[in-house]
């Protein structure tokens, strides 16, 4: 099991820059992958990036790509998603997600069924 809590959230002009993090309890932190996810009024929840147990593979939507960065600090329990450039379009609640590790070789998740356990969403809001 673990808990996940996002934080960093906010308001920001379009052009600017937010970093949201997500905590997470428990001390096998280093044994799930991790996403983030994000959800605009009236649209389903959609893939934004995913990172690897140990944090060397990476994968973007293209709609985020360049712009976004996802990164983790196993030692802090940590992920974080860097997001520049931010776009009247980014905005959505964001929710970071945990999936267990159920194998020796890793490979990407792009479906929130994939992933068991997600945060409470951190309201993330672009203005034009």
């Known amino acids: 099991q673990v808990q996940l809590v996002e934080s960093g959230g906010g308001l920001v002009q379009a052009g600017g820059s937010l970093r949201l993090s997500c905590a997470a309890s428990g001390r096998t932190f280093s044994s799930y992958a991790m996403g983030w996810f994000r959800q605009a009024p009236g649209k389903e929840r959609e893939f934004v990036a995913t990172?690897?147990?140990?944090?060397?593979?990476?994968d973007y939507s293209d709609s985020v790509k360049g712009r976004f960065t996802i990164s983790r600090d196993n030692a802090k329990n940590t992920v974080y998603l860097q997001m520049n450039s931010l776009k009247p379009e980014d905005t959505a609640v964001y929710y970071c997600?945990?999936?267990?590790?159920?194998?020796?070789?890793?490979?990407?998740?792009?479906?929130?069924?994939?992933?068991?356990?997600w945060g409470q969403g951190t309201q993330v809001t672009v203005s034009s």
């Open positions: 990172i690897s147990w140990s944090g060397t593979l990476t």
């Open positions: 997600a945990a999936r267990p590790r159920h194998s020796t070789y890793y490979s990407h998740a792009y479906y929130p069924g994939d992933f068991g356990f």
